[in-house]
């Protein structure tokens, strides 16, 4: 998976093909998820970049929406704590 075929605005789609966001921005290892998305709650989360399992007109991960959500994180890969 090559991170520059992922660009703002593309779906994001669990691995049962269901929706879990919309990419906003690329930001270190991971893939910042746009807030305004009613799954956000008004918050930015973040999804691993290794969790891509393809990209084409949408970005697919290989893991279901329940695991996605529980998983996501609250700041891009590589961020420091604090």
């Not at 660009?7 to 998820?33: A, F, K, N, P």
């Amino acid at each position: 998976m090559n991170a520059a075929m992922i660009h703002e605005r593309m779906e994001v789609l669990c691995s049962t093909g269901g929706y879990v966001g919309t990419v906003d921005e690329i930001v270190g290892g991971s893939i910042r998820l746009a807030h305004e998305d009613p799954e956000s709650g008004g918050d930015y989360h973040y999804i691993p970049l290794d969790w891509v399992e393809s990209v084409d007109e949408a970005v697919h991960l290989d893991r279901p929406f329940d695991d996605a959500m529980r998983e996501w994180q609250t700041a891009p890969i590589g961020a420091g704590s604090g």
